[in-house]
């Protein structure tokens, strides 16, 4: 079974300061790593895609096949960054996602 | 174009009794999705839809959980009795086809007491 996971339930970084979401996953195939993002009172929405290779918000996420990670960066963190942003799998023919439990991101000003 | 539309926003339910939760999915989406997502966990899915068609439903509660989308759809979710570890948000999803981008719903939250 896929399993993805978020150490950091919540992190604190002020803004202007990088950020770092740690991901990792565990498959033994070629998963596609996604996260995604909730703005409070929005709904959860697509940030970036690994087979994308996109910069998303300023946002990248680098898959690390001899880690089996997948880290979301930031270099200079915005106060609009805010979120709960949870990494995600899928992989095996199924098209579902498996979740992380998400790490909640605040920006201190 | 709309985004995907759940209803009821909110339900409170005792334990043991029904409830239903409604999505209608973005227009000309043939794949549908029901997650479930427990206070402090990331959604887990339930139930998978390919047109009208279940795709995957592994992870589904068979014995107190039903989802049908008859007419390729709209899709309802049900529970059947409800249980106190059954409360949650229920989010529905979206994509044109499976492997694509899921748009996902606002989502429903229950609560059983």
């Known amino acids: 079974a896929q399993r993805v996971t978020q150490p950091e339930k919540l992190l604190s970084v002020f803004k202007g300061a990088p950020v770092e979401l740690k991901c990792n996953y565990s498959?033994?195939?070629?998963?596609?790593l996604f996260w995604y993002v909730q703005y409070s009172r929005q709904r959860l929405q697509l940030l970036l895609r690994?087979?994308s290779r996109e910069s998303i918000k300023g946002f990248t996420a680098d898959l690390n096949k001899g880690e089996t990670s997948f880290h979301l960066k930031k270099p200079f963190a915005q106060e609009e960054d805010s979120a709960m942003y949870y990494c995600?799998?899928?992989?095996?023919?199924?098209?579902?996602?498996?979740f992380g439990k998400g790490t909640h991101l605040i920006i201190q000003p | 174009e709309a985004g995907v539309a759940q209803s009821p926003r909110y339900k409170i339910i005792e334990k043991r009794q029904s409830v239903a939760f409604w999505c209608n999915p973005i227009?000309?989406?043939?794949?549908l999705y029901w997650y479930q997502q427990i206070l402090g966990q990331g959604p887990k899915l339930l139930i998978q839809?390919?047109?009208?068609?279940?795709?995957?439903d592994s992870q589904l509660p068979k014995d107190r959980f039903s989802a049908e989308r008859l007419k390729g759809v709209d899709s309802t979710l049900k529970i059947q009795p409800a249980k106190l570890e059954d409360s949650a948000v229920y989010l529905c999803?979206?994509?044109?086809?499976?492997?694509?981008?899921?748009?996902f719903g606002p989502g429903t939250r229950l609560l059983v007491l």
């Open positions: 995600a799998s899928r992989g095996g023919g199924a098209d579902g996602l498996t």
């Open positions: 498959y033994s195939g070629s998963p596609e």
């Open positions: 690994h087979i």
């Open positions: 227009s000309g989406h043939a794949t």
């Open positions: 839809f390919q047109n009208n068609g279940v795709v995957d």
């Open positions: 999803a979206s994509s044109q086809q499976d492997q694509e981008t899921q748009y």
